[in-house]
T-cell receptor, first 113, second 115 residues
Framework: GDSVTQMEGPVTLSEEAFLTINCTYTATGYPSLFWYVQYPGEGLQLLLKATKADDKGSNKGFEATYRKETTSFHLEKGSVQVSDSAVYFCALSDAGSARQLTFGSGTQLTVLP | NAGVTQTPKFRVLKTGQSMTLLCAQDMNHEYMYWYRQDPGMGLRLIHYSVGEGTTAKGEVPDGYNVSRLKKQNFLLGLESAAPSQTSVYFC??????????????FGSGTRLTVV
């Protein structure tokens, strides 16, 4: 079945540091890939997405590139801010069973001033 | 611009009590979902619905029931609450055939404590 594996957290960075959160997936077809962000006490919000290989999703300074050859969708940001502190979830939707998202376990990011 | 609204936001139940969580969406989405979020467990799908009058079991359906009598509402019921059901519950919705392209829209969650 489909699965998403995220790097273990928590991740703690200083403000302006470079961020990478690794995400790899297993899927039977050609999935769409998503990153969601959850701020403290809130629901999940869509951060960015990519629907086919080599697509790059971007939003709020975050980027992720759909790499079919390595089955990866790593999240990056060049300079993090304290306000980026949140939990980040990688997810996929398989075209073969396109009714659901499969989520990774989430990565807690804390950015210190 | 309400999106997905969950009520209540917080609730404390005693073991054995029952309650219903309400999820309402105003985007005319066809698909709706209930998830629970527990520390270290990520998001786990409880039940989902692909249209009015339909429901289906997810990964962890035991102890929960759902109903989708109206397209805009998806109710999650706990008939006899147990401490293991202490969790944060999230509702989500998506367009028909839209999950692949657009993902979900989530509610802000219900924090339930069973004592």
């Amino acid at each position: 079945g489909d699965s998403v594996t995220q790097m273990e957290g928590p991740v703690t960075l200083s403000e302006e540091a470079f961020l990478t959160i690794n995400c790899t997936y297993t899927a039977t077809g050609y999935p769409s890939l998503f990153w969601y962000v959850q701020y403290p006490g809130e629901g999940l919000q869509l951060l960015l997405k990519a629907t086919k290989a080599d697509d790059k999703g971007s939003n709020k300074g975050f980027e992720a590139t759909y790499r079919k050859e390595t089955t990866s969708f790593h999240l990056e940001k060049g300079s993090v801010q304290v306000s980026d502190s949140a939990v980040y979830f990688c997810a996929l939707s398989d075209a073969g069973s396109a009714r659901q998202l499969t989520f990774g376990s989430g990565t807690q990011l804390t950015v210190l001033p | 611009n309400a999106g997905v609204t969950q009520t209540p936001k917080f609730r404390v139940l005693k073991t054995g009590q029952s309650m219903t969580l309400l999820c309402a969406q105003d985007m005319n989405h066809e698909y709706m979902y209930w998830y629970r979020q527990d520390p270290g467990m990520g998001l786990r799908l409880i039940h989902y619905s692909v249209g009015e009058g339909t429901t289906a079991k997810g990964e962890v359906p035991d102890g929960y029931n759902v109903s989708r009598l109206k397209k805009q509402n998806f109710l999650l019921g706990l008939e006899s609450a147990a401490p293991s059901q202490t969790s944060v519950y999230f509702c989500a919705s998506s367009e028909k055939q839209g999950t692949f392209l657009y993902g979900y829209t989530f509610g802000s969650g219900t924090r339930l404590t069973v004592v």
